[in-house]
């Protein structure tokens, strides 16, 4: 039952309790809120609280009023007091709760009140059956009348099927509903109903299933207390009784016609009875009207259809008589069955009947033979073909032509040939000028000279040749990476902004830095161009090596300054020469002089000046040496390769870098016999002195006799080896890659110009020689250098100057 509590405390036990048992609790404090919701919806109880009623009982009247018939009443007492209890008996109660409320209690006073509401809707019934069996009969003969006059418009049989069943049963809302696979969809729906018209529902959840499934008219009384409803789904429409009317033809049932009501027990049996009587009918009709509108629509679509096919006819003639494919049909004898106004025009034939001319009348015989043996050929496999072939036209111009054929049939089942061919002949004669060009355009690409790339924004996508070796990288490593990966890290924003996505990238040349595969610094001059790469915009950067020509002019300085400084050091020698001439002349004119005068001269104190003449004598003698060592060094570079020997070069080399040696490392000397070598006395002075300089400067001053530098000097197979090996702290090996490099340098700014290796390098190789570099962290570092030997000079290294061992160690 749907309960009301018109009250101002809270009862949530109570409410738990009456929920609990099934029925649907309404609470509304206000009385006029009350009596809208007694007038908008049904309501079987009324609850009031009697200390409400004991200080005003008016309002209870106006509830009533608005309360439907048969709408009982319940009063809450807080407690069995008298004066608690007057209140309800004066308003007349139908049944009383009181505080707190006993589930027992509330039970057995609502099973009160359904027996109660119960009697009320039978008395209800037996007044509603007072109508006699002859008004019942003649509400069937209107009925069937009306749906007589609807004629065969299914629409309006439906609608005039639920006005007139609407009106019989007094009902709030009436829909009709048809089924349509597992789907109901109501096609008709009136009064409280009405929202719900169009709707689709799954037959076998709905209202309406369990009449769908028993085939039966179905009347529920109140859809609070039959198990045969979807409680919840009758609340959520508002429906407390209806009857539903399964709609049966063709020895199934078709639909289901929905009448409903708010109120519990609005229908009777004579309601039922009558819409049973009705059923058949309502279902024969129905049928007749969808039969007939089936009907009407296959006219309709026929009809439609015809339309469309004249329609379609038409567009086609036009269509194919505006294609530029010159389009035709042929029979399975190779007759001219059909052909557009662009076949015609080509060959001149006008309004001309076409059937039963062939190819032969038109074209040269070996081409009509041709076409004849490609078209039996689809003719008898049944499978479409592609072909390409050269057709003149009837004045003899050739003209280039992709033919497409297919079968098909006509309306006796004869097979036809379809023939569409569209004239190529530019098209043809435009690709061969393109590939042409493409063929001319990659050629000149590929054999460039300078480095070519191309990117569309992001990966590259080419590189030619000249890119491979320019970066001395294998094309899988190149093709499909950034170019920005090459780049040298400190250029990389330049070439950023400079190569960035076609029509976004920089104009104009600039110079940027590359890393080769081995870690070598490469100069190139980077200009951009954005143009359309294989039919796609890209952009092309093209890269001129400019590492060769930065070398170049890099020895052109240092040669430059070289020779400046061979020149200062000849002069210097020369200066040098005159006075020390004069100082040796002049120690010798002492020396003899002290022999004369001494006699005259105390014991000891001539033994004490020849001391003094001695050292001041070698003194000079190690001048001449050095000035002589000077000489070496200053020669000419032009001069001619002459037999060199190596040992004597590094002797000199040594004694000019002998103070720098001396405070770090002691020599050890490793001399072998060995033999001539092609050369230049002074460049080789210049490599043994930069590699004994740097060797030292590997090694901290202040321990010499822990640390040396050994020089070897060994021959095998035709050449001469020489090896510089130190016991300093070694070089990295990310470093090792990089010492030959020009102006690549480790040490402090102002002590070094990054020249001195690079120099070595391009001297030793310049007279056919090879250097090359071992080296670990803190295990020192070995320079080996290689030359070709005489063949015709060996010359051994004096005994005198080497120890029984064959190697000997001197302080310098």
Known sequence: MRILLVTIGAYPELIDELTRLGHLVLVEPDAQAAGRVLATECVEVLAVEATRLSRDAQWLESLRASAAPGTLILGLAPCLDEAMLAPLLAAGVDEFLVAPFPP??????????????????????????????LSRMADVIQIQSDIMQAGLDLQRVMERICEQARALCEAEGVSLGLLEADMLRYRVSLGSLEPFSGLQLQADTSLASPSLLSGEVLLIDDTETDSRVNREGSRRLGIRSMITVPLKAGGGVKGVLNIVSARPHAFGERSRRTLELLAVMLGAAMANASDYEAKQTLVAEHGAALAALQDTQQMFTSFMDNSPALALMKDAEGRYVWANEPFRRFYTLGKADLRSMTDAELMPPEVAKRIRQQDLEVLETGQPSVTEAIIPSLDGKPCHWITYRFTLRDKAGQKLLAHAALDITEHTRTEVALRHSEESFRSLIERSPEAIFVH?????????????????????RVE?????????????????AMLGPPGRGQSGARELRFLSANGRVLTAEVSCLSLAFLGEPATVISARDLTERRQMQTRLVLSDRLVAMGTLAAGVAHEINNPLAFVVSNLDFMSAELQAVARELPPGRVAELEEVLREASMGTTRMRQIVGDLKMLSRADDEAPAPVNLKHVIESALTIARAELRPRARVVRDYMDIPRVQGSEGRFAQVFLNLFINAAQAITPGQPENNEIRITLRSAQQHVIVEVKDTGGGIPADLRARIFDPFFTTKPVGEGTGLGLFV??????????????????????????????????????????????GAFASRV
């Open 104 to 133: 027992v209690e509330v039970r057995t006073r609502l099973g009160l009140l359904a027996h109660r509401r119960a009697a009320f809707a039978r008395q209800q019934a037996l007044g509603a059956s007072s109508r006699n069996e």
């Open 456 to 476: 569309r924004g992001g990966p590259l996508v080419y590189v030619n040749p000249s890119a491979l070796v320019f970066l001395k990288q294998p094309a899988s």
């Open 480 to 496: 499909g990476s950034s170019l920005l990966d090459f780049v040298h890290p400190e250029d990389r924003a330049l070439a950023q």
């Open 760 to 805: 070595c390098q391009g001297i030793v190789t310049s007279f056919g020689g090879e250097i090359s570099v071992d080296s670990q962290p803190g295990q020192g570092t070995t320079f080996r250098l290689i030359f070709p030997a005489e063949k015709t000079l060996h010359e051994p290294v004096a005994q005198s100057a080497m120890p029984a061992c």
